[in-house]
């Protein structure tokens, strides 16, 4: 089994992003999409967690990463 060593967090928001990244163990590198210059996609989704299925599919596949959103 690999192990997570690069992980890309859904979120441009600054707060949202600290909190999920103090979560997260510190030997994971973490990136935030403001680091690509990659903007939030429409969330179209009618709930929270179609709306987090948005981003993560879209910021993993514009970065090559497993994203967390």
Same mark, same amino acid.
């Given at each position: 089994? *690999?192990?997570? %060593? @690069?992980?890309?967090?859904?979120? *441009?928001?600054?707060? %949202?992003?600290?909190?999920?990244?103090?979560?997260? =163990?510190? +030997?994971?590198? +973490? &990136?935030? =999409? %403001?680091?690509?210059?990659?903007?939030? =996609?429409?969330?179209?989704?009618?709930? $929270?967690? @179609?709306?987090? $299925?948005? +981003?993560?599919? &879209? $910021?993993?596949?514009?970065?090559?990463?497993?994203?967390?959103?």
């Amino acid at each position: 089994m *690999n192990k997570i %060593k @690069k992980i890309i967090v859904g979120t *441009n928001n600054a707060g %949202k992003y600290r909190e999920i990244c103090d979560l997260l =163990p510190k +030997k994971i590198k +973490k &990136y935030s =999409p %403001k680091e690509f210059d990659i903007l939030t =996609p429409e969330e179209t989704g009618k709930s $929270f967690k @179609k709306n987090s $299925f948005i +981003k993560a599919k &879209y $910021f993993s596949k514009k970065t090559n990463l497993i994203c967390l959103s």
